[in-house]
């Protein structure tokens, strides 16, 4: 395990230890479901690419190539 410092003004460090004392819980355990919560919050799609998604089921918007190299130069890659 690895240890994490963080700076947080004297107020919310209170408001943590009082919170997580009431629910029964650790600041440390309180930090890790809030860092696993966040990823899993930014693992949800946002409306582009929902909408990316949805034109790429009815095939709108696709754009084909013979080659990688083609795709590669249209998409200035090379």
Partial sequence: MTRLSIDIPNELHHFLKV???HK???IMNFVREAIYYKIEQ???LNA???KI???SAKSLNIN???SYKEM???LNLI
């Fill in 48 to 50: 582009e690419s929902i």
């Fill in 42 to 44: 930014e693992k949800e």
């Fill in 19 to 21: 919170h997580t004392a």
């Fill in 64 to 66: 084909k190539y013979s």
């Fill in 53 to 55: 998604l949805e034109e």
């Fill in 24 to 26: 029964n819980d650790t």
């Fill in 72 to 74: 590669y130069k249209k």
